[in-house]
């Protein structure tokens, strides 16, 4: 059973331009959540995604991001008109139940740098 | 809000050495805790998952213990080794969000040295 798997790993982007994070989840797993690690700080929770359902989405900023998990086909988070302040580490985790039983499985993260 | 502490930011340590790590949290209600490792440019490994109603976790080198009267808990790893180096975190899965999502502690980078 492959694990959590995100891409691209690295990803620069120029200032104004768009980020595209893919992650997909462990077979079987029907949750997704989205982190951010910003230099030097904690992970902290952005987005908590079912399949074509957004659960929990108050970690996230108001603005220029985005998340999905269609039926079919990987979680996406987009980043529109991106600024250095986004320059992070973003992990994706999965959970085929609720996390109240059982732990998150963590992919490796894409780290984004904006020039 | 649940908010997650982990002291100390940082540890150095000679290979055989036991030691303990320390992570506290503010809001008690919680459904469970864990600890991961984190590697340098990697992802996150869970090491041990503590429920509310337990008092502790064990596995091979690892035990973690958990007080929610105080809010606190220990990730104790015995006879150290270089392997051993890297972030450890702590996280709590609060009833507050529902447990939607888990609250991370900054981390405690640990180095062991041969």
């Known amino acids: 059973n492959a694990g959590v798997m995100q891409n691209p790993r690295h990803l620069v982007r120029r200032r104004g331009q768009e980020a595209r994070l893919r992650c997909s989840p462990m077979k079987g797993h029907s949750h997704v959540y989205w982190y951010r690690q910003l230099p030097e700080e904690g992970l902290k929770f952005m987005v908590y995604l079912q399949k074509e359902n957004i659960i929990d989405e108050s970690g996230m900023p108001k603005e220029r991001f985005s998340a999905e998990f269609p039926k079919e086909g990987p979680s996406i988070l987009r980043i529109q008109q991106v600024v250095r302040g986004d320059s992070a580490a973003y992990f994706c985790?999965?959970?085929?139940?609720?996390?109240?039983?059982?732990?998150?499985?963590f992919g490796p993260g894409t780290r984004l740098t904006v020039l | 809000k649940q908010e997650v502490t982990q002291i100390p930011a940082a540890l150095s340590v000679p290979e055989g050495e036991n030691l303990v790590l320390n992570c506290s949290f503010t809001?008690?209600?919680?459904?469970?805790l864990q600890w991961f490792r984190q590697d340098p440019g990697k992802g996150l490994t869970s090491l041990l998952l503590?429920?509310?109603?337990?008092r502790e976790q064990t596995s091979g080198r690892l035990n973690a213990s958990l007080d929610k009267s105080s809010g606190r808990s220990t990730l104790y790893i015995a006879a150290s080794q270089p392997g051993d180096s890297a972030t450890y975190l702590c996280?709590?899965?609060?009833?507050?969000?529902?447990?939607?999502?888990?609250?991370f502690g900054e981390g405690t980078q640990l180095t062991v040295n041969p």
């Open positions: 503590i429920q509310s109603s337990q």
């Open positions: 809001d008690s209600a919680i459904y469970n």
């Open positions: 985790a999965s959970s085929p139940i609720s996390l109240t039983w059982d732990t998150q499985y």
């Open positions: 996280a709590a899965l609060s009833r507050e969000t529902s447990g939607s999502r888990l609250t």
